[in-house]
């Protein structure tokens, strides 16, 4: 057997016999290679593995600038290959079975087994802590169960032939502070998260606690396929107080529909305040959608809207705008006592102005009536849409006897089911849904009357005043 030491053939046998050896070479007593330089070639002439002056190995490279340094200049073969494992075992079961430790830094990465009698999984108990990750930092002082500077724990919760179970925890200590290191969140074996909680499957799949109170967030998440949604909620300890609940009403993927909703609650009791449905429209108080924006309250002294304007100036001020294509046509204004409905009228936005004509003629065509609303038998004077559209057109919205396609549940959705670690135990079945025809009513603005009234005061004015003076021309006649 030959080897190159510092590039000069040496010869195997060397004497071993004294502590150091005066010819570098190979010991064939212990097999020990002594040189300042210690190269193994391969039979092609290529060095493949060195062990320079300083104790490094270097596989692949002449250079190796740590203990072990490991270069790959193909992508194949593998640069380690462990087949069909990697088993790391330590006679003494409090003893890390694999340490990495950065002295200058004082972290390490410890890869530890609590019970280092059992020979494999199908041997152990509940308990036993298998193929652990710990990650632990510490001051100059060294490493001590109260001197922790952050902790990231990799761990069982239970190993059986029948189930396994894990989690990831994460801990850390307060600035300057010598305690034990504190839990800060962790991912359990169902893969709920939990952040200021070590009990996350109590509130779903993401818990959020503030340190300091019973107050934090839970959300739900699961797939269109499965009818899931996202569900946000506060508790107190361990009651829902409030939440924001997105629920599929249909989960058929490709044509999804889903609606958010939102509750609070009050003296316990939690109720839905608020929802968007599938369409985009806006109800508070209400499940049912009348328009874009529902409002639904009851009782004579609630508002369904208040708007406050807390200028303290005597002009009038702009409460609601309305626009149509970008372009102001009309706001509800306030002064200190009144309210103004105003829509627009500017000169700048008319032309052709011409006099009205025949306005006693079409005064006379109103037919206006006193009637009873069937709805509460209360009796109005006013006009019928239909008849008023005949004489003033502008006044009316609508037409007479008009339908309209309406969109009604005829079941509700019901939510989907789930267990305390947020896995889905029943389906969302979504809401039958249903079209049917009902009247689309006319409306009308009455205000939109005025210029006609008035025009037909002003030529009745004008009959008046001829009457009048021919009555005191007659008389003035001897």
Same mark, same amino acid.
């Given at each position: ?15 071993? +016999?004294?502590?150091?050896?005066? @010819? ?65 075992? %330590? ?19 410890? *890869? ?9 999984? /199908?041997?152990?108990? +509940? %308990? ?15 490493? $001590? ?7 990231? *724990? ?5 190993? !059986? ?49 503030? =340190? ?21 909620? #506060? ?6 107080? /409030?939440?924001?609940? +997105? ?23 939690? !109720? ?45 001020? $702009? ?22 409905? &105003? ?14 004509? &025949? ?11 006193? *009637? ?23 006044? @009316? ?41 009902? =009247? ?13 009234? !008035?025009?037909?005061? #002003?030529?009745? #004015? ?15 006649? =001897?």
């Amino acid at each position: 057997m030959t080897v190159t030491i510092n590039g000069t053939t040496g010869i195997a046998g060397v004497d071993g +016999s004294a502590a150091t050896p005066a @010819v570098q070479g190979v010991d064939t007593n212990t097999g020990v290679f002594y040189g300042t330089d210690i190269v193994a070639v391969s039979t092609g002439g290529t060095e493949r593995m060195r062990v320079n002056a300083s104790g490094n190995v270097g596989i692949g490279t002449t250079t190796p600038d740590s203990v072990l340094t490991i270069n790959k200049n193909s992508a194949a073969p593998a640069a380690i290959t462990v087949n069909p494992y990697l088993n790391i075992v %330590g006679a003494n079961s409090d003893s890390p079975k694999l340490n990495f430790d950065a002295y200058a830094s004082n972290n390490n990465v410890t *890869f530890r087994r609590a019970n280092g009698t059992q020979a494999s999984p /199908s041997a152990l108990s +509940s %308990g036993d802590q298998i193929g652990n990750l710990s990650v632990f930092g510490y001051g100059a002082t060294g490493y $001590t169960t109260t001197n922790r500077g952050f902790v990231a *724990f990799f761990a069982d919760e239970a190993w !059986t032939d029948a189930a396994q179970g894990s989690r990831i925890t994460f801990a850390t200590t307060g600035v300057g502070t010598a305690a034990a290191a504190t839990e800060r969140m962790r991912i359990d074996s169902s893969g709920n998260v939990g952040i200021g909680t070590t009990a996350a499957s109590s509130y779903g799949r993401l818990a959020v606690m503030t =340190p300091t109170s019973n107050f934090g967030f839970f959300g739900i998440a699961n797939s269109v396929a499965s009818g899931g949604g996202v569900n946000i909620a #506060q508790y107190y300890g361990t009651v829902k107080i /409030s939440y924001i609940d +997105s629920t599929l009403e249909n989960g058929t993927p490709g044509a999804e529909t889903a609606r958010l909703t939102f509750a609070t609650s009050t003296a316990g009791t939690l !109720t839905e305040r608020m929802r968007i449905d599938s369409s985009g429209n806006v109800l508070i108080q209400e499940t049912t959608s009348y328009a874009r924006f529902t409002v639904t309250h009851a009782g004579a002294t609630e508002f369904a809207i208040t708007t406050n304007n807390t200028n303290t100036g005597g002009a009038s001020q $702009t409460s609601v705008g309305f626009r149509r294509n970008g372009a102001f046509v009309g706001t509800i204004t306030t002064t200190a006592s009144a309210t103004a409905y &105003n829509t627009s009228s500017d000169y700048r936005l008319k032309e052709d102005l011409q006099p009205m004509a &025949n306005v006693i003629d079409r005064v006379l065509a109103l037919k206006p009536v006193n *009637f009873a609303w069937k709805i509460d038998s209360s009796r109005v004077d006013g006009f019928l849409a239909h008849e008023a559209q005949d004489v003033v057109p502008e006044c @009316v919205t609508g037409t007479k006897d008009a339908m309209r396609d309406e969109e009604y549940e005829i079941t509700a959705v019901i939510e989907a089911t789930y267990d305390d670690e947020g896995n889905e135990l029943t389906a969302v079945v979504p809401a039958v849904m249903g079209t049917r025809s009902v =009247p689309d009513y006319q409306g009308i603005d009455q205000s939109k009357l005025v210029p006609l009234l !008035t025009a037909a005061i #002003q030529e009745q #004015q004008a009959m008046i005043t001829a009457l009048t003076n021919r009555i005191t021309a007659l008389e003035a006649t =001897p």
